[in-house]
Structure formats: structure tokens, C-alpha cells
């Protein structure tokens, strides 16, 4: 076994122990609401928006986007689940603002193994293969947080399975300070009708 496996079934087992009645918390969100962020390891949804188990659904891929599956867990979330407000949370400092789709689609053509970035930009260190099937995807890279924020609102609004009733928030989370900066131009895109 790796390291990393050992740990995690050491802190699972720690975590059974005091599992406790979270076993009977039902399935639809508590405090009926739904997050779409990013999955960025610094951002820690349940302490930033004070969420406990059972409180919220978090949706989380790379950047906070409003990509097509993510739309889909949103609207299975409100659908099946209850949720009735819905926010969206990019990140300061994301890495989905570091490269383009042209970069990740040459990188994926030299090969699949980890890249290196440096002042230069990035760099593939891999020996190959590659791969081309990464022509294919839009890999919903960041040029401007607010405007990425504001895109991923009316993205959301506009979805013809979206109801107008549910409200859409837009919000930054600033990874040096912990707050949520909200994005007005993406709150007033989400409202309620």
C-alpha cells in the first residue's frame, strides 16, 4: 500500500469511530442550498460558508465552472433534492488561470505525464505518448475572475431546466484572507424572477 492510501484508511477508521447518528442525516440538504466551486485543495467550503454534514451540496471540478455536468448536479440537486439558492465561488490565486486550452491541448500532445511551470510558462518533461483527445475538450480556462463569475451565472440562469425562481449568487473567495468577495454584476445576472 502507498503512503497516501494508509493515511487515508488510518483517518477513515479514526472518523468511523465517531461517526455517531450522522448515519441517519436524510438525503436532501438541510439548509436547502447548493455551492458550485473549485476544487482547489486551499478552499474549504464547510469552514467558509459554515456548513456542518447534511447541511449543503458542494459541487466542486476545476476553476468552479459552470460546465455541463455541473449544471446537471445543480439541476438534480433543486430537482430531486429541494435545494432552492444556489452560489457560485471562484477563487483568487486559481490555476485554471495559468494556462490556456491551446497550452493544455499541446501539453496532452507531448505527452500524459505531469507538467512543470516556471517564468517561462510550462514545460512537459514527459518522454510521450501523447494524446490529441485533448483537442477535443473546452477546458474552461480563466482569464478574469469576475467575468468568469458573471459567464458562469448566466450560464446558469439561461439553462432552459434552470427555474427562474431559484437565486444565483456570485462570489470570489480570496485564498489570502478567507473572504467571500461578492460579485454584483453576478448576483443581479442570478436573481430570482
Same mark, same amino acid.
Not at 464547510?46 to 455541463?68: F, M, P, Q, T, W
Not at 468568469?148 to 456570485?170: A, E, F, T
Given at each position: 500500500?502507498?503512503?497516501?492510501? #494508509?493515511?487515508?484508511? +488510518?483517518?477513515?477508521? @479514526?472518523? $468511523?469511530?465517531?461517526?455517531?447518528? /450522522?448515519?441517519?442525516?436524510?438525503?436532501?440538504?438541510?439548509?436547502?442550498?447548493?455551492?458550485?466551486?473549485?476544487?482547489?485543495?486551499?478552499? #474549504?467550503?464547510?469552514?467558509?460558508?459554515?456548513?456542518?454534514?447534511? #447541511?449543503? *451540496? $458542494?459541487?466542486?471540478?476545476?476553476?468552479?465552472?459552470?460546465?455541463? @455536468?455541473?449544471?446537471r448536479s445543480l439541476v438534480i440537486s433543486y430537482k430531486l433534492l429541494g435545494t432552492r439558492e444556489w452560489f457560485v465561488i471562484h477563487h483568487t490565486n486559481c490555476g485554471m488561470e495559468l494556462f490556456t486550452d491551446e497550452i493544455?491541448?499541446?501539453?496532452?500532445?507531448?505527452?500524459?505525464?505531469? +507538467?512543470?511551470?516556471?517564468?517561462?510558462?510550462? *514545460? @512537459?518533461?514527459?518522454?510521450?505518448?501523447?494524446?490529441?483527445?485533448?483537442?477535443?475538450? #473546452?477546458?474552461?480556462?480563466?482569464?478574469?475572475?469576475?467575468?468568469?463569475?458573471?459567464?458562469?451565472?448566466?450560464?446558469?440562469?439561461? *439553462?432552459?431546466? $434552470?427555474? /427562474?425562481?431559484?437565486?444565483?449568487?456570485?462570489?470570489?473567495? @480570496? $485564498?489570502?484572507?478567507?473572504?467571500?468577495?461578492?460579485?454584483?454584476? +453576478?448576483?443581479? +445576472?442570478?436573481?430570482?424572477?
Open positions: 500500500m502507498s503512503k497516501i492510501l #494508509d493515511e487515508v484508511l +488510518a483517518a477513515n477508521a @479514526d472518523y $468511523v469511530q465517531n461517526f455517531g447518528d /450522522k448515519g441517519n442525516l436524510a438525503l436532501p440538504p438541510a439548509r436547502s442550498f447548493a455551492i458550485l466551486t473549485c476544487m482547489d485543495a486551499r478552499l #474549504d467550503p464547510a469552514k467558509y460558508a459554515g456548513l456542518a454534514e447534511g #447541511d449543503a *451540496h $458542494v459541487i466542486r471540478n476545476a476553476g468552479g465552472r459552470a460546465s455541463d @455536468d455541473a449544471i493544455m491541448r499541446d501539453l496532452l500532445a507531448s505527452s500524459l505525464e505531469t +507538467a512543470t511551470i516556471d517564468a517561462d510558462g510550462w *514545460h @512537459d518533461i514527459g518522454t510521450g505518448p501523447g494524446s490529441s483527445e485533448g483537442q477535443y475538450t #473546452d477546458w474552461l480556462t480563466i482569464k478574469d475572475q469576475a467575468q468568469s463569475i458573471l459567464s458562469d451565472v448566466q450560464r446558469i440562469r439561461r *439553462h432552459p431546466l $434552470v427555474p /427562474k425562481n431559484i437565486p444565483i449568487y456570485g462570489y470570489l473567495y @480570496d $485564498v489570502k484572507t478567507g473572504s467571500l468577495i461578492e460579485i454584483p454584476e +453576478a448576483t443581479t +445576472a442570478g436573481k430570482a424572477q
